[in-house]
């Protein structure tokens, strides 16, 4: 773990396959300015004591390791730096043009990076044959909107030193990708927020594992929007959350390993069929959790998908 320059070589090598089989879309020449932005960028040498590995991009997220005791801020804003020095950098799907990380080290001395981050485009995607009620809520809906909504954001506040996210990534599910990361949704006719997560098309009852190490932090058995919801933690204020649950099989406070069975997939909530949304947190950033995970086994081509299964 603490390698950091190997875990910067095998996560290169791991954007750089995922960016390889997106590269085939007609995104190439955006995802190839990413690729080598990140290569020239972000790749450091071996005396250098502030490093980053990830895709500096809007919804993407970077691992930082510096000196241990350093402190950081994000553009302006202080953030966790762990024992060993690791930190994370969250993008935004509409993040600005730079980001600015500045640095204290123990003996005083100070550094500042300014990043770059990289524009996406997104999709439209448009979705009929949702029940009314769930695009446009009757008024006895919305006080029961509000404490869901209230629920989720504090399992997301969990802010301790653990660093799960540092041990790697897996698909929670294998299928076709039916829904993607950023698209504007577009719901029985009428303009709505952007969708912020990766559907996975599977069958009611399929495991859901988990993709990295953490700890539960909320299971609902039923919210209005997003059915039966499962959040995990995964240190520094990163978490993922499963959306339109069959069913939950662990409960908070749990602590999970990559690879459990955490819940089986549903078409809870507001779905036209079964399936797994699965979205990601830093902070109060909303990330793409295709750009940690890397390519779907067997499935590259069913990434650009829009079409809810």
Not at 50 to 59: D, H, I
Not at 134 to 157: G, L, N, Q, W
Not at 233 to 262: A, E, P, Y
């Amino acid at each position: 773990m603490d390698n950091f320059r190997h875990i910067n070589f095998r996560r290169g090598m791991r954007y750089s396959r995922y960016f390889d089989s997106l590269c085939m879309n007609r995104s190439k020449p955006l995802l190839t300015r990413v690729l080598i932005t990140f290569l020239l960028l972000f790749s450091t040498g071996a005396g250098a004591e502030l490093s980053f590995s990830g895709p500096p991009v809007q919804g993407g997220m970077i691992t930082g390791k510096s000196t241990p005791g350093a402190s950081v801020t994000v553009d302006g804003v202080p953030v966790r730096v762990s024992g060993e020095g690791y930190f994370l950098v969250g993008f935004d799907r509409d993040h600005s043009a730079t980001s600015l990380v500045e640095v204290r080290y123990p003996d005083g001395r100070s550094e500042s990076r300014m990043l770059n981050i990289e524009k996406r485009t997104y999709d439209i995607q448009r979705i009929d044959g949702l029940p009314q009620r769930k695009v446009t809520p009757e008024k006895m809906d919305y006080e029961r909107i509000r404490k869901e909504a209230a629920a989720i954001k504090k399992a997301r506040e969990k802010d301790d030193p653990r660093t799960d996210f540092l041990n790697g990534w897996r698909w929670p599910v294998e299928g076709p990708i039916s829904g993607v990361y950023g698209s504007q949704r577009v719901l029985n006719g009428e303009p709505r927020r952007p969708h912020y997560g990766v559907d996975i098309a599977a069958p009611v009852g399929t495991p859901v594992k988990a993709p990295a190490d953490g700890i539960v932090t909320l299971a609902h058995p039923g919210m209005f929007f997003s059915g039966v919801t499962l959040v995990l933690d995964h240190g520094h204020q990163l978490s993922s959350s499963f959306l339109h649950l069959n069913k939950t099989l662990v409960s908070v406070g749990d602590r999970i390993s990559k690879g459990d069975i955490i819940a089986e997939v549903g078409n809870s909530g507001r779905v036209t069929g079964a399936h797994l949304d699965w979205r990601m947190n830093l902070r109060d950033a909303r990330i793409d959790p295709q750009l940690l995970v890397g390519a779907m086994p067997n499935q590259a081509g069913d990434r650009n998908k829009t079409k809810i299964n």
